[in-house]
């Protein structure tokens, strides 16, 4: 989630139904159907959770005794046809690295057989009108090959702060299989765009692309400035995102200022700000288990943001991570014998 996101008391956990859903049957044979699920998906508000779902294939509700959480277990395509991803997809109840980090804990407890965990949602961008090709606009995908990086986590000495120990770097099987896209990308093939344009799911009807004239850049008095010409930048003419790779920034930190977002952008280099992937990915390490990050530009973290691209960046964060896991082989989960 954005860390410019307004934060809410209320439990955002879907409750678990009075009596478990069973899944459908399909009309075909559904590839992974069935076992335990190999990958999580983590979300951290409502927005992001049923754009995540609709992506799914026969996603039905689960609880599980212990857990306060509520999950959709379901099925999504992977590298083989003939047999697909099985995941598990869950919703925080609260906002921030500590929330993520439990959630997270709670999810690999309740399902051992995980072996990689996901954060997909929003965040804000890191606008760059001096470097056209790092400029980040409202609606574009921000994917974490470079991992993420934790820039609250200092140790402040005499002579300044300094970044401490960061942990390990992301799943290295999804930053290969975000490199193959990027290669089809190269090649004119963008299979996740399908699913934020016309094949766009129909309960999505309120996740369409906000008119371009609200995507508004200001500078950190507040004036409204330019962005870059999109032949500069890289951005499709076609008003389609760009899929930036790189590193996110993440921490307990809300950002709401444009000098001290760019400022934060320049010590370290991130595309993206956020307040979960920390958490995330500090957890799944501990766990054992590999993590990654992809999320949806919603703002620029500069104070004036509105809620309007929140819906849209969290369908092109989940449009993303349906294709990547497309490009995946199934993963293999390892039985431990008690």
Same mark, same amino acid.
């Given at each position: 989630?954005?860390?410019?996101?307004?934060?809410?008391n209320?439990?955002?956990?879907?409750?678990?139904?009075?009596?478990?859903? *069973?899944?459908?049957r399909?009309?075909?044979?559904?590839?992974?159907?069935?076992g335990?699920?190999?990958?999580?998906?983590?979300?951290?508000?409502?927005e992001?959770?049923a754009?995540?779902?609709?992506?799914?294939?026969?996603?039905a509700?689960?609880?599980?005794?212990?857990?306060?959480?509520?999950?959709?277990?379901?099925?999504?395509?992977?590298?083989r046809?003939e047999?697909g991803?099985?995941?598990?997809l869950?919703?925080?109840g609260?906002?921030?690295?500590?929330?993520?980090?439990?959630?997270c804990?709670?999810?690999?407890?309740?399902?051992?057989?995980? &072996?990689?965990v996901?954060?997909?949602?929003?965040?804000?961008?890191?606008?760059?009108?001096?470097?056209?090709?790092?400029?980040?606009?409202?609606? !574009?995908? &921000?994917?974490?090959? %470079? /991992?993420?990086?934790?820039?609250g986590?200092?140790?402040?000495a005499?002579?300044?702060d300094q970044?401490?120990?960061?942990?390990?770097?992301?799943s290295?099987?999804f930053?290969?299989c975000?490199?193959m896209?990027n290669?089809? *990308?190269l090649?004119?093939?963008r299979?996740?765009?399908?699913?934020?344009g016309?094949?766009?799911?129909? #309960?999505?009807?309120?996740?369409?692309?906000?008119?371009?004239r609200? !995507?508004?850049?200001?500078?950190?008095? /507040? #004036?409204?400035?330019?962005?870059?010409?999109?032949?500069?930048? /890289?951005?499709?003419?076609?008003?389609?995102?760009k899929?930036?790779y790189?590193s996110i920034?993440?921490?307990?930190i809300?950002?709401r !200022?444009?000098a001290?977002?760019? *400022?934060?952008?320049? %010590?370290?280099?991130?595309?993206?700000?956020?307040?979960e992937?920390? /958490?995330?990915?500090?957890?799944?390490?501990?766990?054992g +288990?590999?993590?990654?990050?992809?999320?949806?530009?919603?703002?620029?973290g500069?104070?004036?943001?509105?809620?309007?691209w929140?819906?849209?960046?969290?369908l092109?964060?989940?449009?993303?991570?349906?294709?990547?896991?497309? +490009?995946?082989?199934?993963?293999?989960?390892?039985?431990?014998?008690?």
């Amino acid at each position: 989630m954005t860390p410019s996101a307004s934060r809410h008391n209320r439990d955002y956990r879907a409750q678990p139904p009075a009596a478990l859903e *069973e899944f459908p049957r399909p009309r075909r044979p559904e590839p992974a159907r069935h076992g335990p699920p190999t990958i999580g998906i983590v979300t951290a508000i409502p927005e992001e959770f049923a754009a995540v779902r609709a992506l799914l294939n026969t996603p039905a509700e689960r609880d599980v005794v212990g857990d306060p959480a509520a999950y959709v277990l379901a099925s999504v395509p992977s590298r083989r046809t003939e047999r697909g991803h099985r995941v598990a997809l869950t919703l925080l109840g609260e906002t921030a690295t500590d929330a993520a980090a439990d959630g997270c804990t709670h999810l690999l407890r309740s399902f051992p057989s995980i &072996v990689a965990v996901l954060m997909v949602g929003i965040a804000a961008g890191i606008p760059n009108r001096d470097q056209p090709e790092r400029h980040v606009r409202l609606g !574009d995908i &921000v994917v974490a090959t %470079r /991992g993420v990086i934790d820039y609250g986590h200092i140790r402040s000495a005499a002579h300044g702060d300094q970044q401490r120990r960061q942990f390990p770097r992301p799943s290295p099987r999804f930053v290969r299989c975000a490199d193959m896209l990027n290669a089809d *990308e190269l090649g004119g093939l963008r299979p996740w765009e399908q699913w934020i344009g016309t094949g766009r799911p129909p #309960n999505l009807v309120r996740y369409s692309r906000p008119p371009r004239r609200t !995507d508004v850049l200001r500078d950190s008095a /507040g #004036n409204e400035i330019p962005h870059p010409r999109r032949n500069l930048s /890289g951005h499709p003419a076609s008003g389609m995102p760009k899929v930036h790779y790189g590193s996110i920034g993440s921490a307990d930190i809300s950002v709401r !200022d444009a000098a001290t977002r760019d *400022e934060l952008a320049a %010590r370290h280099g991130f595309l993206a700000v956020e307040m979960e992937g920390a /958490g995330i990915g500090r957890s799944s390490f501990l766990n054992g +288990k590999e993590w990654f990050v992809v999320r949806g530009i919603s703002d620029y973290g500069d104070g004036h943001r509105d809620d309007a691209w929140r819906r849209y960046a969290s369908l092109t964060a989940a449009a993303y991570v349906r294709s990547l896991l497309a +490009k995946c082989l199934p993963l293999e989960h390892t039985v431990v014998s008690g």
